[in-house]
């Protein structure tokens, strides 16, 4: 595989790098017709390629391989989550899960959301390039902002959990999740969700937890809880 | 506790807030003579205290109550890490790393460091502020850059662990380590560190580990490493 890994949703249809792919191909790596690539779909496929139309915008490929990434998990981990404030925190969650390795996000509107409006391409853009800097070729799926009451009503397979700071009873996340099962993981905004939403996830099947014992700001206690369940995984 | 932390390391001896700690009280938060605040020494302290000069340079308080906080981690974590050449990714690996709870960091001197200088005084300003924002009352110690060569001989009462890339053999973090271990752990630069550092590490009595089956850039895998033995013990 070569250093720098493309991304390219749907090479297997079109061989042609999408317009960001393209201009750092050319301009930034400066790469000419001949030259070999390795690109991913982000759906676990790696195909090593040849440039064959080195143009600004639309680079030509051609496939010489494909090869698929054994997925190493045995575990979907999805993390539903009050976007903060500061956009760069968020980005940085996104960032460091990806990778870790992470499957689903859902950016969730609660009572005490501090932000309303979320532009979910950014992060999209930051999820793709931290999987091609980890050189995975998984790339999660982000939702687009949710209604907390309408998420928490949707199927999951596997446990579901909700983590707050109310002086409610809830157990340890590593004391109760059990290696392999699929997780799902609620965090809630600064002001933390409101008892009537904890409520209304208890109602829903999901479970009450506490992720460690200091006070985490909202995208640490994203990121704890993700790499929580995965060093249980690991053990 | 007052909402806002305040931090002072000498006001067991000397009831003056710091420059800047003077400065935030004063011109941010605009409190009066009277006013209650919440001050922590750093050495697992609170003082209730009550502000008696508010000056916007050297706050006087004058103390009314002191409270040990009990250090629920009954194990040392302390961290030997490469500083990533941006500077903010190293600020937020200490950000994290204190609010999840850490109790030492000692940046090092690589073979393959692209960092060759730290100012070390910005990142004890993000780890007060982080202890101030989590609520704590141990403010971690942060040595100064210092040479791998230097740092490997020195003394540790607990285990030793150097997490590196090679294909040598290795174990993984989260199966070796055991629940109330101090833990002493290495994280290289971007080009990892150099076999003769694994070697010279080994020869040490440093463990070599992997931390994950995901390629971590240098502040993931220091994040990673200080996480996975929180979650061990927490479980």
Same mark, same amino acid.
């Given at each position: ?54 143009? +600004? ?5 051609? *496939?010489? $391989?494909?090869?698929?990434?054994? @997925? &190493? !998990? ?80 949707? +199927? ?5 959990? *909700?983590? $707050?700071?109310?002086?409610?009873? @809830? &157990? !340890? ?63």
């Amino acid at each position: 595989m070569s250093d720098t890994l493309f991304f390219c949703p749907d090479i297997a249809t079109l061989p042609q790098l999408p317009l960001q792919e393209s201009q750092h191909c050319v301009k930034v790596l400066r790469m000419r017709e001949g030259d070999p690539m390795t690109v991913t779909d982000g759906h676990g496929f790696f195909y090593e390629c040849v440039l064959t139309e080195a143009h +600004p915008k639309h680079c030509i490929v051609r *496939i010489e $391989h494909r090869t698929e990434m054994v @997925k &190493k !998990r045995d575990f979907v981990l999805h993390i539903g989550f009050a976007p903060t404030k500061q956009m760069e925190r968020n980005e940085w969650f996104v960032e460091k899960s990806v990778e870790i390795g992470i499957d689903w996000f859902t950016p969730l509107l609660s009572s005490y959301s501090e932000r309303k409006e979320l532009k979910k391409e950014r992060l999209e853009k930051i999820a793709i390039s931290a999987m091609k800097q980890s050189q995975q070729a998984f790339l999660p799926v982000i939702d687009k902002l949710t209604r907390f009451s309408d998420f928490v009503v949707r +199927p999951f397979e596997g446990r579901k959990f *909700i983590a $707050h700071c109310h002086d409610l009873p @809830k &157990k !340890r996340l590593a004391q109760t999740y059990r290696k392999k099962e699929n997780a799902l993981i609620l965090i809630g905004p600064e002001g933390d969700f409101s008892e009537e939403e904890v409520g209304m996830a208890v109602a829903n099947g999901f479970e009450p937890v506490s992720l460690g014992e200091t006070r985490l700001r909202t995208e640490t206690a994203c990121l704890v809880a993700a790499h929580t369940i995965h060093v249980l995984n690991n053990q």
